[in-house]
């Protein structure tokens, strides 16, 4: 199908000699990953933009390299690029999401994120603590509580000669049990224009200096003994020593790696089959698909995996993690319901059982890791407790009979009635949890509302029009902001609103859930269209999916062609949309070199002239980071161009755009401003950062071209999305869903890859992820009615 935007190409620009060298630029430095291989380009992705299905601006057709009639009109602003959330499989290849977990695990084992992710530990701890006292004392050296304790039970039973082996796969799942407010706040962290040196829980230098011997000794890089005795604690060393495939369990090491550690260290007796090595396995396959989205995997999938690695016996390599403690295991499919006699039948007829047996649906066994199903199964408890301890029958009639549209007077209604709400709808649906936040405020209530972005947290603050009403989620659960913490570690809170919430990872969810009191209302708001978090879980479409509370849709759409070209692809279909302002733009190019000339001749010149946005408030998203057209290679480019320079401070100058990543699964913007013995100092939005200048390598990086999950929750007046020939693999609708709704005014679409992009957007929906929330949410009791 074609989309043709109606509008008049402006003429082409005269300049461009300066831009010859950057069609063929080189990767950018990415700090810490390799790089990805560029792939080869289509050659003749359609000169003709027609067949692209987006409403083409005419490009001019003339110009071998140079016009930049290819974007005059053009002004689009790729809006999607940072830092891509490693490994979810929607829009990175494996190689990116190989490079983005180490990139995570690297940020999340050092300075300036530490506080944080110490905050988070801890209130994880004390999850833990409360649910092991419910569950009365655990068996001396079992370590485990929950189901983790009810299927170590089971696995000695099977030991002992008293059950069958497949009692592993026959425990019912625990009955879900009300949630107090956690008992204490964790340490707050709030920013500081200079590292503090004490606030990151760093392992001891006598620690990191045993590892490192140990690490030596097996042959292994010396640059591993921090993350490694961050990772597994203090007794580090000694743990490597009796189990060399810990090491496994570093962010970034492969099996290959930790098998030739493990055998100098071992020598001949160790190998393939290994116990230890086995169940090595089978968490890192576990963590491998926590990266593309998943808090657990399909037994048999674990199995297939561990055949890859020369394991010949997976079925006994996944009953010894079990036995273990590595990895829990689930059922999940069961249907019960031919078990049962017909109505009138006295006795069942022999065979019967056999029959209704087999007539059964099959049972799903799963397999995760204990701070996923913890994490899932707080979250659901949470959710119940906070849909049954609510004031069901709050009178907000006459704030939502002067709500400003019809959709946020019913979401103001049900909030009214509900302790917990799903609220979905575009960008323009935002004002609707907005008007409630106001609403609720002034009838007395402490309410406030949470972003995924600082972008979003403007925006937001813009729309109550008050700028104490937005936070961003990372800093309400860290402390920086917010309204603090009441006696017994509960938000001082009557109503949350959770803005960007597809992007809520499960681990996340609960433990801003467990931070809410009994009676508090919580809502949750995004657009379903979108990519997903950037960590396990799905923690947005499973309760839509669930049914566990109310859900209000917005009727709000979108305006403009944008708006337009948006919801179509939001329903699978590449609409035509007439565009008389050149809001939508098609450059059609030939291969990936020809890509990034268009770019930057977009970004630095078309769009701020033909458009009047400046380069600074335009956008580049492109499918990954590798490639000849990916975030490396595109940010190279445009620095080239726009802030050239000798990139003095590790790869930076002052002035260069770029995003800082404290922490995994977070993306702050910024600019450089200058360096010093401290570390690099940045500008985030108003804000003074330092990083350290151990952190600069894999915490920052440039930022005029991002991925689409970096750009998940950020708008920007421009965008400009690149789709080379190679990133048609990467390519999906909620990619080109949330890729092509991060331009307000503007969008152009650099397009190479012919009809990759219409068939994904009617053929290639979100990659489904196995997650375990739904059933448990699906399990929660009624609601009382009174």
């Known amino acids: 199908m074609t989309a043709h935007p109606r509008g008049e190409a402006p003429d082409p620009a005269a300049e461009n000699d300066e831009d010859r060298e950057e069609t063929g630029a080189p990767a950018a430095r990415t700090p810490g990953a390799a790089p990805e291989p560029a792939g080869e380009d289509d050659a003749g992705t359609a000169q003709d933009t027609d067949e692209t299905g987006l409403s083409a601006a005419e490009t001019g057709a003339d110009d071998t390299q140079d016009t930049d009639e290819t974007g005059l009109s053009a002004a689009e602003t790729g809006a999607d690029d940072a830092q891509d959330t490693d490994g979810t499989r929607e829009t990175v290849t494996e190689t990116d999401g190989a490079q983005e977990a180490t990139e995570a695990s690297a940020a999340a084992g050092l300075s300036e994120a530490e506080a944080e992710l110490a905050a988070q530990r801890e209130l994880r701890r004390r999850i833990e603590q409360r649910k092991a006292e419910k569950e009365g004392p655990i068996e001396a050296g079992a370590k485990l509580s929950g189901p983790a304790a009810d299927l170590l039970a089971a696995v000695r039973a099977v030991e002992n000669g008293e059950k069958p082996g497949t009692a592993f796969f026959d425990s019912p799942s625990p009955a879900p049990a009300p949630r107090r407010a956690p008992e204490a706040a964790p340490t707050p962290h709030r920013p500081s224009p200079a590292p503090r040196p004490g606030a990151a829980r760093a392992a001891s230098p006598e620690a990191a200096a045993s590892v490192a011997a140990v690490l030596t000794e097996g042959g292994a890089p010396g640059t591993l003994a921090a993350p490694a005795a961050v990772t597994l604690g203090e007794q580090a060393a000694d743990l490597l020593r009796q189990d060399p495939w810990q090491l496994l369990s570093v962010p970034g090491v492969r099996p290959e790696q930790a098998d ?446 991002l991925s689409a999950h970096q750009a998940a929750g950020m708008r920007w007046p421009a965008a400009v999305v690149v789709l080379p020939g190679d990133a048609a693999q990467g390519l999906s609708r909620p990619w080109v869903y949330t890729a092509f709704s991060r331009g307000e005014r503007h969008l152009s679409v650099v397009h190479g890859v012919d009809q990759a992009l219409p068939r994904a957007v009617a053929e290639i929906p979100a990659q489904e992820r196995t997650t375990r929330l739904r059933p448990l949410l699906e399990a929660l009791p009624t609601p009382d009615a009174s």
């Not at 006459?398 to 917990?420: F, K």
């Not at 947005?540 to 759409?557: E, K």
């Not at 699964?665 to 804000?687: I, K, N």
Request: proline share 6%.
């Open 260 to 705: 030739g550690f493990a055998r100098a260290l071992l020598g001949p007796e160790c190998g393939p089959g290994d116990g230890r090595r086995t169940s090595a396995l089978v968490a890192w396959l576990l963590e491998r698909a926590a990266l593309r989205g998943h808090t657990a995997l399909d037994a048999d999938e674990v199995r297939a995996g561990l055949t890859e690695f020369a394991v010949a016996d997976p079925e006994a390599a996944v009953e010894n993690a079990v036995a273990e403690g590595v990895v829990l295991v689930f059922q999940d499919g069961v249907d019960a319901t031919g078990a049962q006699e017909p109505d009138g039948t006295e006795e069942p007829h022999e065979g019967a059982e056999d029959r209704a047996e087999s007539e059964q649906a099959p049972v799903r066994v799963l397999l995760g890791l204990d701070r996923y199903a913890l994490a899932e199964e707080s979250l659901a408890d949470g959710l119940g407790r906070l849909v049954n301890s609510c004031e069901k029958g709050a009178d907000w009639t006459e704030a939502a009979a002067s709500a400003p549209s019809a959709s946020a007077g019913e979401l103001i209604r049900t909030a009214a009635t509900a302790g917990l709400v799903v609220h979905s709808g575009g960008e323009s649906a935002r004002a609707e949890p907005a008007a409630l936040i106001a609403a609720a405020r002034a009838l007395g209530l402490r309410a406030l509302g949470t972003t995924h972005s600082v972008d979003g947290r403007r925006r937001l603050a813009a729309a109550v029009g008050d700028p104490r009403c937005a936070v961003t989620l990372s800093a309400l659960l860290s402390g920086e902001d917010g309204p603090g913490r009441d006696a017994d570690g509960a938000f001082a809170l009557d109503l949350l609103v959770v803005l960007d919430a597809p992007q809520l990872d499960v681990e996340t969810a609960a433990m801003l859930v467990e931070s809410l009191a009994d009676g508090t209302r919580l809502v949750l708001s995004g657009d379903p269209g979108v990519l997903g978090s950037a960590g396990a879980g799905r923690v947005f479409a499973d309760v839509i999916a669930a049914r566990a509370c109310p859900q209000v849709l917005s009727r709000t759409p979108d305006p403009g062609p944008i708006g337009e070209l948006v919801s179509g692809i939001g329903i699978g279909e590449l609409a035509q949309v007439e565009a008389p302002g050149k809001e939508v733009v098609i450059v059609p190019v030939r291969d990936a070199g020809e890509a990034v000339h268009r770019t930057v001749q977009l970004v630095a010149d078309s769009v701020p002239r033909a458009i009047g946005v400046p380069s600074a408030d335009t956008q580049v998203i492109t499918v990954g980071h590798g490639g000849s057209a990916g975030t490396r290679a595109l940010n190279t480019a445009l620095k080239q161009r726009l802030n050239p320079g000798p990139g003095r401070f590790g790869g930076f100058d002052p002035g260069d755009r770029v995003v800082h990543v404290p922490a995994p699964g977070r993306v702050v913007p910024g600019s450089v401003v200058s360096a010093d013995a401290e570390g690099l100092h940045l500008d985030c939005e108003g804000t003074p950062v330092v990083v350290p200048a151990d952190r600069v390598e894999s915490s920052v990086r440039h930022s005029w071209a």
